[in-house]
């Protein structure tokens, strides 16, 4: 069975400060794929980044990065010097690679993040 | 392109009634999806449909129907409307979902609310 834990329910940061969102998941295959999909307060997913289980290299994108390590099963995503516009909800998900239920996201609870101005 | 649009944005029904939400991308995207979104809980699968033609059930399909009326369109039937559910429904499409690769993008939500 597919799990992805976010273990922080709420964040609050001050703006300018750096925050990293957790992301757990639980797999037992070795394809597989993980998300991560912002929902700001006006309530629409806004897809961020899709990565595969065979490409642990680490991905920068402005001020977001993603540090995916299979040891750990973890994907976190870090937010460099938020700001109030990224105050939203964060989800994590996973999707398997092939087989029964590829077509499935399994998502996380959510990490609502609020930033401070 | 608008990508995936839904409407109405918000409903509220009367236990009992029905309604159908609507649905449509103009990506050309082959596979589409409904989630529902409760407080506190990521997103669920209701139904998906892997191409045209085709629909098949997800992680909770009970009191929900869905027709895949064209490649654009596809649409979520409430029968018989239940408190229970209450939600926030989106609609998802991606390219083709044969394999994990592909990246589901989603429609802006509709608020329902079952009295």
């Known amino acids: 069975a597919q799990k992805v834990t976010q273990a922080q329910t709420e964040i609050s940061v001050v703006e300018k400060e750096d925050v990293t969102l957790d992301c757990v998941y639980e797999?037992?295959?070795?394809?597989?794929?993980l998300f991560w999909y912002k929902q700001p307060p006006s309530g629409e997913l806004v897809f961020l980044i899709r990565?595969?289980?065979?490409?642990?290299q680490n991905e920068i994108s402005g001020r977001y990065s993603w540090n995916f390590q299979k040891s750990t099963s973890s994907f976190n995503f870090t937010i460099t010097a938020s700001q109030v516009v990224d105050s939203a909800v964060y989800f994590c998900?996973?999707?398997?690679?092939?087989?029964?239920?590829?077509?499935?996201?399994?998502f996380g609870k959510g990490t609502k993040l609020s930033v401070i101005p | 392109n608008a990508g995936v649009t839904q409407t109405p944005k918000f409903q509220v029904l009367k236990t009992g009634q029905s309604m159908t939400l609507q649905c449509a991308q103009d990506m050309n995207h082959n596979s589409m999806y409904w989630y529902r979104q409760d407080p506190g809980m990521g997103l669920r699968l209701i139904y998906y449909?892997?191409?045209?033609?085709?629909?098949d059930k997800g992680e909770v399909p009970n009191g929900y129907n869905v027709s895949r009326l064209n490649k654009r369109e596809f649409s979520l039937r409430l029968e018989s409307a239940a408190p229970s559910q209450t939600s926030v429904y989106f609609c998802?499409?991606?390219?083709?979902?044969?394999?994990?690769?592909?990246?589901?993008?989603f429609g802006p939500g509709t608020r329902l609310t079952v009295l």
């Open positions: 990565r595969n289980s065979f490409d642990e």
């Open positions: 449909s892997a191409s045209e033609g085709t629909t």
């Open positions: 998802a499409s991606s390219e083709q979902w044969v394999t994990g690769a592909d990246t589901q993008y």
């Open positions: 998900a996973l999707r398997r690679g092939s087989g029964a239920g590829s077509y499935q996201l399994t």
């Open positions: 797999t037992r295959d070795t394809t597989y794929y």
